[in-house]
């Protein structure tokens, strides 16, 4: 089992920007692929970011390539989302996931094994 567990959502102006962390606890965290997902109300969750289990692998969905990034610390268990110049379309709950995939980025929500409880991020126009 993997426990994970999100942090750092809130509220922000449009154009500013946020970092979301995720602490993983239970198993060999440099196991895991991970990524980040996110739903909106009334939206099916979607797929935001992923990196492999040595973070020399991402992918992003086109709606934040070249605004978010992706990063991880092994030796402090957590993966990292920083987000800037942010829209209100990015208003949403932000999901951390795990998956025993780990060699490559996945960004299927499907694979992932394990999902924290999530974090509320929005942004005010």
């Known amino acids: 089992q993997v426990q994970l567990v999100e942090s750092g959502g809130g509220l922000v102006q449009a154009g500013g920007s946020l970092r979301l962390s995720c602490a993983a606890s239970?198993?060999?965290?440099?196991?895991?692929?991970m990524a980040w997902f996110r739903q909106a109300p009334g939206k099916e969750r979607e797929f935001v970011a992923a990196?492999?289990?040595?973070?020399?692998?991402?992918a992003y969905a086109d709606s934040v390539k070249g605004r978010f990034t992706i990063s991880r610390d092994n030796a402090k268990n957590t993966v990292y989302l920083q987000m800037n110049s942010l829209t209100p379309e990015d208003t949403a709950v932000y999901y951390c996931?795990?998956?025993?995939?780990?060699?490559?980025?996945?960004?299927?929500?499907?694979?992932?094994?394990?999902w924290g409880q999530g974090t509320q991020v929005t942004v005010s126009s």
């Open positions: 239970g198993r060999t965290f440099s196991n895991y692929g």
């Open positions: 990196i492999n289990w040595s973070g020399g692998t991402t």
């Open positions: 996931a795990a998956t025993q995939r780990s060699l490559s980025v996945v960004t299927m929500k499907n694979v992932y094994d394990y």
